[in-house]
């Protein structure tokens, strides 16, 4: 299908849009925070499985609370007969907390207690797991900044970054708003993310320096539509066939899979929305016309 | 681009068979074959345990302080410093020194030949103590590299004990490793219940054998409890410690029928117990481990034969954990648990059949839309994404890489992405059909203009799986493995296997082909 939208009116709508919802997202993050999950704040969680239906969450947390643990979370997880259990980091060593709830549970409930899944994560462990996080993603930000730029021109490096950006912090003010745990698989969803629409922006950017040679007449604006259009098509089928397989996780993955499928999935929505409406017309600001890339030729061959 | 050399198309599918038949190894696994690979399930998959220790050497700084005393006077004495105020801190010694320009006593500490008392350490050139002079005060700590030395020293010697103790009870496949400085990763799979390796890896294990004695000596007298409640004042000297044990059994009492310890020693531990037991009779002595008294016997007779018992109000279970910790040897210092995860059998198997459920039905529905969109060339491209996973499978069982739930989505999400070279490169080749006559001609222009265009985008997400490999533990970096090398496989099968396809069929059907 050949494709012939034009884009350019609703660049500025959008740039609008785009604008609104990041300050959103920024306010969400700043006053409203995200969930860190034990990964990044230290704590224990206890994943059960209890078959009798008769237990309720709160004969749970009335054990637990006997213990003297401070903030305890129960909640059903999953199918009815599980229950996640989370307790926030109090003190530095306690090596036998875990064996103590268990011993609490397996009397209190009066029921075999499967215990599916044990973490517990020390303070300084987890600290060292968000500074590690907040590293890689600044990592990889940068590391796309120089590869973008070695491979096009500063302006579209600059332009690919504002997207990136752009799609990171929606994706985080998303999860501070829906107050999903941030975890370590959730790292990992966001550094996917970064590399899922740098993939679609650089594809949408090999065509406008294309078209940039190809049409030196032309206005940014105007190169910037054609590409976007030319490249439509493309960018609709692999955004669906990913799509097709990150849903499939996400209905189907179970439990543990869910926060990273529902991040993938909201980043690759972003991420392809970013790559038409901000990173292309970003280029316009940036002042990018053909006159760019002759420059770039003009110092290689001298 | 459609031109394929014979040699080039018999390596391309070579290449295919042979890691095709690395993947089927997983379905053949025997563990007497000779190529014995396989893809390894990771914790999370097929459950166990999971747990980081952190060695804690605050208390061995001091004990290496405190073992440095007697040298350090011994030095001052000999070389005529008039000392006072000597005192051992946290991470220091200090004390004042009256007749002293301040060069005497820094060449003497800093010589680099036989130094006994600051070693020099030929690795790092620099010595073990650094020295800190103010006015008359004298202060000495470990320099960076002599803590380093210590730390390392004391991580090797903890992860072999870590070892013993681990293997002793006989866990399978345990994987001990050092992680950073100070750390080392213990995995057990298989395990459900930590609870008991983490009770014994709790303990230093450091025994002793003191006298329980009123008379004051130049080592000094503690007060401690005994094991029934009693206060009694402890000798400090040192008669045997652990080190001279070589083997320790629980045992059950023949008449009282109590559990027990049964310990041997070596010949210099035998003789020096004999002595002291010899001299000693009618004494109590105090079976210390790790500074608190699990049992206090009456010496009843002196005992030369190097072997004895350690009984007192233990479970058998306690005698069997003694044991076991005295055969494996004293920790050089405490160590704590600072994170762990386990994950029972079967969460590790639903996690498995989720995924298994998500990968199938993700790549049905991925297969059957690309052959919705392009027909035939969508078959070509299904060709080639069977071909990739096959690919992506035979690279990691060739790595015998760690499958994880995370590496299982990366696998899902190859799939997806994986399509994207191919589409990337059929909306070329559809362009170029709209203004090119020759469909040879479109096809081959559609292959060399995409190039760069796919080249670029996989290289962009692959450098952020390089990221996640480098900063990623765990799970994540299971992720990062399998989505970095399915987009390396992802890129051969489609300008390879795809573009030889896609060849073959234009090449034979020059007049009606429709994209």
Partial sequence: MKYNFNFVNYFKKFNFISLILVLLSLFFVLFKGLNYGIDFKGGTLIEIRIQNNDIRVSDIRDSLNKLNLGDVNVKNFGEKSDYLIKIEQKLNNNDSLISEIKTSLNQDLNEEVNYRRVESVGPKVSSELLKSGIISIGLALLMMLFYIWFRFEWQFSLGSIIALFHDVIITLGIFSILSIEINLSIVAAVLTIVGYSMNDTVVIYDRIRENLSKFNKLEIDQVSNLSVNETLSRTLITSVTTLLALFSIFILGGEILKGFSFAMILGVIIGTYSSIFVASPVLKHLRVSSKTLEKKEDKIVP | ?515
């Fill in chain 2, 1 to 515: 681009m459609l031109n394929f050399t014979k040699i080039k198309i018999i390596i391309i599918y070579l290449i295919l068979f042979l890691l095709t038949s690395f993947a089927s190894l997983n379905l053949f696994y025997d563990e007497n074959s000779i190529f014995k690979k396989k893809v390894n399930l990771g914790l999370d998959l097929q459950g166990g345990s999971y747990l980081l220790l952190e060695i804690d050497t605050k208390p061995l700084i001091k004990e290496r302080l405190q073992d440095k005393v007697i040298e350090i006077k011994k030095f001052l004495k000999k070389n005529n410093f008039k000392y006072n105020s000597f005192l051992i801190n946290e991470n220091s010694i200090s004390f004042k020194i009256d007749n002293d320009n301040n060069k005497k006593f820094q060449n003497l500490f800093f010589s680099t030949k036989d130094n006994t008392i600051n070693q020099y350490i030929d690795q790092y050139r620099t010595h073990q103590f650094d020295l800190e002079i103010k006015n008359d005060n004298y202060l000495i700590k470990f320099s960076k590299y002599g803590l380093l030395t210590l730390n390392n020293s004391a991580v090797n010697q903890s992860i072999e004990i870590v070892r013993r103790r681990i293997d002793d009870l006989g866990t399978k496949e345990p994987t001990i490793i050092q992680r950073g400085e100070k750390r080392i990763v213990v995995e057990l799979p298989g395990l459900k219940d930590p609870s008991r390796i983490k009770d014994l890896l709790g303990k230093t294990a450091q025994l002793n054998f003191r006298l329980i004695t009123d008379k004051k000596d130049d080592f000094g007298s503690e007060k401690m409890i005994s094991e029934n409640g009693e206060e009694v004042i402890v000798n400090k000297k040192i008669i045997m410690s652990g080190e001279n044990l070589i083997d320790a059994q629980p045992r059950v009492d023949n008449q009282s029928s109590n559990p027990m310890v049964a310990f041997t020693l070596d010949r210099y531990g035998a003789q020096k117990f004999g002595k002291v037991t010899t001299n000693n009779i009618g004494k109590r002595l105090a079976i210390v481990l790790d500074n608190k008294i699990i049992s206090a016997p009456v010496i009843r007779e002196s005992i030369t034969g190097g072997s004895g018992t350690i009984s007192g109000n233990f479970s058998f279970q306690e005698v069997t954990d003694l044991a076991l910790l005295l055969r494996s040897g004293a920790l050089p210092t405490p160590i704590n648990i600072v994170e762990e995860r386990t994950v029972g059998p079967d969460l590790g198997r639903d996690s498995i059949i989720s995924g298994a459920i998500s990968l199938i039905i993700g790549f049905a529905l991925v297969v059957l839309y690309m052959f919705y969109k392009y027909r035939i060339f969508g078959l070509i491209a299904n060709i080639s994404l069977v071909s990739n996973l096959l690919m992506l499978v035979g690279v990691l069982t060739i790595l015998e890489a760690t499958l994880t739930l995370p590496g299982i989505a990366g696998i899902i999400l190859t799939v997806g992405m994986a399509v994207d070279a191919n589409v990337l490169i059929f909306e070329r080749i559809k362009e170029e059909l709209r203004t090119e006559k020759s469909i040879i001609h479109a096809f081959d222009m559609g292959y060399s203009r995409a190039k760069i265009t796919v080249l670029d985008a996989n290289i962009t997400t692959l450098l952020a799986t390089v990221i996640l490999f480098i900063f990623g533990t765990g799970p994540v970096k299971g992720f990062a493995v399998t989505l970095g090398i399915g987009i390396i496989t992802t890129l051969f099968s489609a300008y390879f296997i795809a573009r030889h396809l896609t060849s073959s069929f234009v090449l034979r059907n020059r007049e009606n082909i429709k994209l």
